[in-house]
């Protein structure tokens, strides 16, 4: 289940432009039905909760190489550019790690009442310059950034059977989401019963082969 919590937009000005610099959505994750049987492979979360981040982006399928002012466009196919800025006529789709000293953006233009799609640069000098770019397609998706303030998730992770023994792996994340920042491995003996749980949470094993698991969530992380 996922329940959007806030959209943001803060202003920059260049030159006259004005860019609203569009913050992803802030989302809270769980992703099970208590009392539902899942079945899961090995290395896979069996439960997942927390916070994290997400935006709108464009996936780029085709697309020639090409100029932009003196530079070459700095994005290739397959790349994904989220939505970080709109004006009254544009979204604006671009990643801010190719912005040199934070100078300048560039990305892809989308305008909001015909839908064409064009190349730009916003310079805090020069303003917006567009330019077409060549043989473009693309898909809509959605971007996950890896930092996310005061985010927190948590991850139970099935990690194989020997014999009776049932392995598993815990992991919380803060703040930067691509790196755990507590992990611990865990061991239960299904002899002694076929209900585990850590930190609040109950799985109940239904069944368990040398690839996947069959479980019941019987109550969520605390």
């Known amino acids: 289940m996922k329940k959007i919590i806030f959209l943001i937009s803060l202003t920059l000005v260049s030159c006259g432009t004005t860019m609203n610099t569009v913050l992803p959505e802030r989302?809270?994750?769980n992703d099970v039905i208590l009392e539902k049987e899942y079945t899961k492979e090995i290395g896979s979360p069996l439960v997942t909760k927390g916070d994290f981040l997400q935006q709108k982006a464009l996936k780029i399928t085709?697309?020639?190489s090409f100029n932009i002012g003196m530079m070459k466009f700095p994005y290739s196919i397959g790349e994904k550019l989220p939505l970080n800025g709109q004006n009254e006529s544009y979204f604006f789709y671009y990643d801010k790690n190719k912005s040199r000293d934070n100078t300048y953006q560039v990305g892809i233009s989308e305008n909001k009442k015909t839908g064409e799609f064009k190349s730009f640069v916003?310079?805090?000098?020069?303003?917006?310059?567009t330019k077409d770019i060549p043989e473009f397609e693309y898909?809509?998706?959605?971007?996950t950034p890896d930092d996310c303030d005061k985010c927190f998730k948590q991850e139970f992770i099935y990690n194989g059977r020997v014999n009776n023994d049932l392995k598993f792996v815990y992991r919380e994340y803060v703040d930067n989401l691509a790196r755990s920042?507590?992990?611990?491995e865990l061991q239960y003996d299904i002899n002694d019963s076929n209900i585990i749980g850590f930190k609040g949470?109950?799985?109940?094993?239904?069944?368990?082969?040398n690839t996947s698991?069959?479980?019941?969530?019987?109550?969520p992380f605390e």
């Open 122 to 129: 916003n310079s805090y000098s020069g303003g917006i310059y």
């Open 201 to 209: 949470l109950r799985i109940e094993v239904l069944n368990t082969t």
């Open 62 to 64: 085709n697309m020639k």
């Open 213 to 219: 698991i069959t479980y019941k969530v019987l109550s």
């Open 139 to 143: 898909e809509t998706t959605q971007f």
């Open 181 to 184: 920042s507590f992990t611990q």
């Open 27 to 29: 989302l809270t994750e």
